[in-house]
T-cell receptor, first 108, second 116 residues
Framework: QKEVEQNSGPLSVPEGAIASLNCTYSDRGSQSFFWYRQYSGKSPELIMFIYSNGDKEDGRFTAQLNKASQYVSLLIRDSQPSDSATYLCAVRNYKLTFGKGTLLTVNP | SAVISQKPSRDICQRGTSLTIQCQVDSQVTMMFWYRQQPGQSLTLIATANQGSEATYESGFVIDKFPISRPNLTFSTLTVSNMSPEDSSIYLC?????????????FGQGTRLTVV
């Protein structure tokens, strides 16, 4: 059973702080790694993807991948109340497998 | 990214009936998928919709319950058959283009189904 594990949260951070979201996966053959944001009642929205070990930055978001540790993380700098959502980690080895998501709340 | 139109956006159905959900993409895509998201849960892959051949179903999902069509590279349908309240869920169409390393998946807006 290929699994993707996330802390369900809720993770609560003050506005302007760094939010750190973590994800581990079991399938060592996984090749692509994604972070989706899902607002309540909406469909998932892709915010970051990463294929290689290391860091990838896009605006306030940084994705980090460590394949040896089977670990993916997402950092959100200068968190805003509009970042409050569920963040889904997804891992691909042919098909996408999703974690259950971490609920992030950014408090004004 | 591809623009995905899914309809209906929501529906309330009687148990024992069937509902067909449509997914239309604004460009040809290699892969189309159907997911289910039950209340408070993450996304579970139902099947891969294959163009011109039978869909590939994941464990726990069968064609009789979730027949899928994909007549071309831009369109697919998912039917939820003989519905029961346990089928109440959000159903999502997803597409991806396995073109080199461009393997991001994008989602339609989803169909919120309530079975009464």
């Amino acid at each position: 059973q290929k699994e993707v594990e996330q802390n369900s949260g809720p993770l609560s951070v003050p506005e302007g702080a760094i939010a750190s979201l973590n994800c581990t996966y079991s399938d060592r053959g996984s090749q692509s790694f994604f972070w989706y944001r899902q607002y309540s009642g909406k469909s998932p929205e892709l915010i970051m993807f990463i294929y290689s070990n290391g860091d990838k930055e896009d605006g306030r978001f940084t994705a980090q991948l460590n394949k040896a540790s089977q670990y993916v993380s997402l950092l959100i700098r200068d968190s805003q109340p509009s970042d409050s959502a569920t963040y889904l980690c997804a891992v691909r080895n042919y098909k996408l497998t999703f974690g259950k998501g971490t609920l992030l709340t950014v408090n004004p | 990214s591809a623009v995905i139109s899914q309809k209906p956006s929501r529906d309330i159905c009687q148990r024992g009936t069937s509902l067909t959900i449509q997914c239309q993409v604004d460009s040809q895509v290699t892969m189309m998928f159907w997911y289910r998201q039950q209340p408070g849960q993450s996304l579970t892959l139902i099947a891969t919709a294959n163009q011109g051949s039978e869909a590939t179903y994941e464990s726990g999902f069968v064609i009789d319950k979730f027949p899928i069509s994909r007549p071309n590279l831009t369109f697919s349908t998912l039917t939820v058959s003989n519905m029961s309240p346990e089928d109440s869920s959000i159903y999502l169409c997803s597409v991806t283009d396995l073109d080199g390393r461009n393997t991001e998946a994008f989602f339609g807006q989803g169909t919120r189904l309530t079975v009464v």
